[in-house]
């Protein structure tokens, strides 16, 4: 994906996330690995109404060369593309929410990983989420623990594609824009069931049928 292409997937998963509610107001980010750096939407921007022209663009030292200023989470954002492409040398596209049920989760007395197993999908598409606690936002601090739980997880041999901020929202990551916007929607769609069935607390899946999703669809759990 060359940069203009690039420009104008952000802005397309922008609107996408906007139009049905993933994102509201000026809340969430989207960024893209380039060769030569980064590309960012711009601070206080609304993802539904995103111009490919003024995106913030970055160099590979993280300088803004162009567009409008650059949201301040570029630097959590570079921090798991580092960490992240140990794991998935691919990983090219990082995107942060403030999804309703997700962050809903956290507001009383979050666990370590936000979901158990509850779907297979859920296994197979998204993985482990760990819970950082909570940082105000852009916080280096948190930035610093989400780099550390990825290492942590994949050098344990369960990479994973997401991280869950306490009370802010969820960061995923992937190749592309479109890949990274599919892990949001699955974490998103089993934080909704999770809430739907708090009352019934459903049993995840159990170990053998975790280790058939392992062996079927090389699933990383």
Not at 21 to 39: E, K, M, P, Q
Not at 46 to 59: E, N, T, V
Not at 192 to 207: I, V, Y
């Amino acid at each position: 994906m060359n940069e203009n292409e690039a420009r104008e997937e952000i802005c397309r998963v922008g609107r996408s996330l906007f139009e049905r509610g993933y994102v509201h107001a000026t809340a969430g980010n989207i960024s893209v690995r380039l060769d030569d750096g980064f590309l960012i939407t711009p601070t206080d921007a609304c993802l539904g109404f995103l111009d490919p022209a003024r995106l913030a663009k970055l160099d590979a030292q993280g300088t803004q060369t162009s567009g409008d200023r650059a949201s301040k989470t570029i630097a959590l954002h570079t921090r798991i593309y580092t960490a992240a492409r140990k794991f998935d040398p691919g990983t090219a596209c990082v995107i942060h929410t403030h999804s309703t049920h997700c962050v809903a989760l956290t507001l009383n007395a979050p666990g370590a990983e936000l979901l158990p197993a509850l779907t297979p999908y859920f296994v197979m598409k998204v993985g482990h989420v760990p819970v950082i606690p909570y940082h105000r936002p852009g916080a280096p601090e948190a930035a610093e623990q989400v780099a550390q739980a990825i290492e942590r997880l994949g050098a344990a041999g369960t990479p994973i594609r997401a991280v869950m901020l306490t009370r802010l929202g969820p960061n995923v990551w992937h190749d592309t824009p479109a890949a990274a916007m599919s892990v949001l929607e699955e974490l998103e769609e089993t934080a909704r069931l999770q809430l739907l069935t708090a009352a019934s607390q459903p049993e995840p899946l159990d170990a053998a049928q975790i280790d058939e999703l392992r062996r079927t669809f090389g699933a990383r759990w």
